[in-house]
């Protein structure tokens, strides 16, 4: 491969490296040349000078993870350095995700469940969407920062109750918000519609909020109404939201959850092929057959496993199960959750089988997930990334080596509207990842979760070294903005 621009100096050149481009096609060996922020130059044997030579022979070449669920909202600002997604390859995150957003938000009082998650009061500094995006690029995280807007942020901003319907005024100034946002460079809208502070919300008023995205060419993603029995209507919920729109759909976390719907993924992706004939619909997944969010008094069920992360009343019980609170106390399961309350949970609710048949599906994007607030979080915060490609790509063989990396790249660049992201190309952005194929692997556990991966060589930030098996001091990342969005099926 010949450089479009020849050029004689760079400052990095990555010699040799097995390069998978993102796109979904096997590698091809290559070096490439980056010059600032850019991939400069990609070719077989570059005649190129260097202030810094890395020689990957041997090691796979990848485009950044895009950690395509986020709840990192705050934690980009709190904690810049972002371990456990830097350690992992990834170089930008989604937030904004399951209607719960940083900005645009001005509290009453305390966050209402589940804007918890993001963290206490003080969390919530960003009454608009430019002041969270001035707030990203004063703290500089390690890993570049897209956004979506939350539905259940806009609802709180206008609303005295959250357990109704909106009126129509509330609509208009929670639609003149999230206008204001698009306008900023926000992803899309947002909901979490199976939490109680969204769950009153009818269809009619996600339509409304909608409305604004097709003309900024954003996209909808959703936490659906349900994940249990009820999940194909859900599904016909949010696949209406996009043809009203028109726009594409995010299904989030798409899983089978619950005991009594375990076995459905294959009627469950059905549904989503035959709404992707005629509409831009995809998802995303997190490779554990275990979820992790607030303490929801509807997801106790005995059969279920669920660990407690944290409780505001009870912080000594943080790492136990709930049958052994409950046990200790001589109470019910559902007794033991009401006492623990506001708390979080890991609910290990899914069946391997429907996880694996969804995460292969060839719609389906990456997402960790993960709660960084969590003192004991779901091992998903650190591990995803890894696991897909040790565990599941390497090791079980579900997908081979370039889809999984499509997943994590080049498909969610595309879908978000990321310009010159997730592709190894010349005149992209040199967001980049080296691994070794045959080491790569996560190391975090539930009863270990905060354990960086293994196989990490190394990760590039806007063409700045980041990462090398140890994090440097440097951080290089950006507020992404929405760009034009290519619908990658």
């Given at each position: 491969m010949t450089p479009l621009t020849p050029i004689t100096r760079c400052d990095t050149l990555i010699?040799?490296?097995?390069?998978?481009?993102?796109?979904?096609?096997?590698?091809?060996?290559?070096?490439?040349?980056?010059?600032?922020?850019?991939?400069?130059?990609?070719?077989?044997?570059?005649?190129?000078?260097?202030?810094?030579?890395?020689?990957?022979?041997?090691?796979?070449?990848?485009?950044?993870?895009?950690?395509?669920?986020?709840?990192?909202?705050?934690?980009?600002?709190?904690?810049?350095?972002?371990l456990p997604?830097?350690?992992?390859?990834?170089?930008?995150?989604?937030?904004?995700?399951?209607?719960?957003?940083?900005?645009?938000?001005?509290?009453?009082?305390?966050?209402?469940?589940?804007?918890?998650?993001?963290?206490?009061?003080?969390?919530?500094?960003?009454?608009?969407?430019?002041?969270?995006?001035?707030?990203?690029?004063?703290?500089?995280?390690?890993?570049?920062?897209?956004?979506?807007?939350?539905?259940?942020?806009?609802?709180?901003?206008?609303?005295?109750?959250?357990?109704?319907?909106?009126?129509?005024?509330?609509?208009?100034?929670?639609?003149?918000?999230?206008?204001?946002?698009?306008?900023?460079?926000?992803?899309?809208?947002s909901t979490g519609l199976a939490y109680l502070s969204a769950h009153s919300a009818p269809a009619e008023e996600v339509l409304a909020l909608a409305q604004p995205l097709a003309d900024a060419g954003a996209l909808y993603a959703t936490h659906m109404r349900s994940e249990t029995e009820a999940i194909l209507d859900a599904m016909e919920e949010a696949f209406s939201v996009g043809r009203m729109g028109p726009v594409p759909v995010v299904i989030s976390h798409l899983k089978c959850a619950g005991v009594d719907n375990w076995g459905r993924s294959g009627e469950v992706l059905e549904a989503l092929?035959?709404?992707?004939?005629?509409?831009?619909?995809?998802?995303?997944?997190?490779?554990?057959?275990?979820?992790?969010?607030?303490?929801?008094?509807?997801?106790?069920?005995?059969?279920?496993?669920?660990?407690?992360?944290?409780?505001?009343?009870?912080?000594?019980v943080a790492g136990q199960s709930l049958a052994q609170i409950a046990g200790s106390w001589g109470v019910s399961q559902l007794d033991a959750a009401k006492q623990l309350q506001p708390a979080g949970a890991i609910y290990h609710s899914m069946s391997e089988d429907d996880m694996r048949r969804i995460l292969s599906h060839p719609a389906t994007m990456i997402g960790s997930d993960g709660l960084p607030n969590d003192p004991r979080p779901h091992p998903r915060l650190w591990g995803t990334f890894p696991r897909v490609l040790g565990r599941y790509c390497r090791e079980e063989?579900?997908?081979?080596?370039?889809a999984a990396i499509h997943k994590m790249t080049g498909m969610p660049a595309g879908r978000f509207g990321l310009e010159k992201r997730g592709l190894v190309r010349e005149g992209y952005f040199a967001d980049l990842v080296l691994f070794h194929p045959d080491q790569i692997l996560d190391t975090a556990t539930f009863s270990q979760p905060i354990q960086a991966a293994e196989g990490i060589a190394g990760v590039w930030v806007n063409g700045l070294l980041c990462w090398t098996g140890e994090a440097l001091a440097q951080r290089n990342g950006r507020y992404l903005p929405r760009g034009r969005t290519k619908w990658v099926q």
């Amino acid at each position: 491969m010949t450089p479009l621009t020849p050029i004689t100096r760079c400052d990095t050149l990555i010699r040799k490296a097995k390069v998978f481009d993102g796109s979904g096609l096997e590698a091809a060996q290559a070096d490439v040349a980056l010059l600032g922020d850019r991939i400069a130059a990609i070719g077989d044997g570059l005649p190129i000078e260097a202030a810094q030579v890395v020689e990957a022979d041997g090691l796979c070449l990848a485009p950044g993870f895009i950690d395509a669920h986020t709840h990192d909202d705050t934690v980009v600002i709190r904690d810049p350095a972002m371990l456990p997604k830097i350690s992992q390859g990834v170089t930008t995150v989604i937030v904004g995700n399951c209607g719960i957003s940083a900005a645009p938000v001005t509290l009453r009082g305390d966050p209402p469940d589940p804007m918890n998650l993001l963290g206490d009061a003080a969390a919530f500094r960003y009454p608009t969407f430019g002041d969270y995006v001035a707030a990203v690029g004063k703290a500089r995280p390690a890993v570049n920062v897209a956004a979506l807007v939350g539905h259940t942020a806009l609802r709180n901003n206008h609303m005295n109750r959250l357990d109704r319907a909106a009126t129509s005024d509330e609509i208009s100034a929670m639609r003149r918000q999230l206008q204001e946002a698009l306008a900023g460079g926000a992803l899309g809208l947002s909901t979490g519609l199976a939490y109680l502070s969204a769950h009153s919300a009818p269809a009619e008023e996600v339509l409304a909020l909608a409305q604004p995205l097709a003309d900024a060419g954003a996209l909808y993603a959703t936490h659906m109404r349900s994940e249990t029995e009820a999940i194909l209507d859900a599904m016909e919920e949010a696949f209406s939201v996009g043809r009203m729109g028109p726009v594409p759909v995010v299904i989030s976390h798409l899983k089978c959850a619950g005991v009594d719907n375990w076995g459905r993924s294959g009627e469950v992706l059905e549904a989503l092929e035959a709404a992707r004939r005629s509409q831009s619909v995809g998802c995303d997944c997190y490779p554990y057959p275990a979820g992790s969010s607030t303490l929801d008094l509807r997801q106790v069920d005995e059969r279920v496993k669920v660990t407690i992360t944290w409780s505001m009343p009870h912080p000594e019980v943080a790492g136990q199960s709930l049958a052994q609170i409950a046990g200790s106390w001589g109470v019910s399961q559902l007794d033991a959750a009401k006492q623990l309350q506001p708390a979080g949970a890991i609910y290990h609710s899914m069946s391997e089988d429907d996880m694996r048949r969804i995460l292969s599906h060839p719609a389906t994007m990456i997402g960790s997930d993960g709660l960084p607030n969590d003192p004991r979080p779901h091992p998903r915060l650190w591990g995803t990334f890894p696991r897909v490609l040790g565990r599941y790509c390497r090791e079980e063989k579900l997908f081979p080596l370039a889809a999984a990396i499509h997943k994590m790249t080049g498909m969610p660049a595309g879908r978000f509207g990321l310009e010159k992201r997730g592709l190894v190309r010349e005149g992209y952005f040199a967001d980049l990842v080296l691994f070794h194929p045959d080491q790569i692997l996560d190391t975090a556990t539930f009863s270990q979760p905060i354990q960086a991966a293994e196989g990490i060589a190394g990760v590039w930030v806007n063409g700045l070294l980041c990462w090398t098996g140890e994090a440097l001091a440097q951080r290089n990342g950006r507020y992404l903005p929405r760009g034009r969005t290519k619908w990658v099926q």
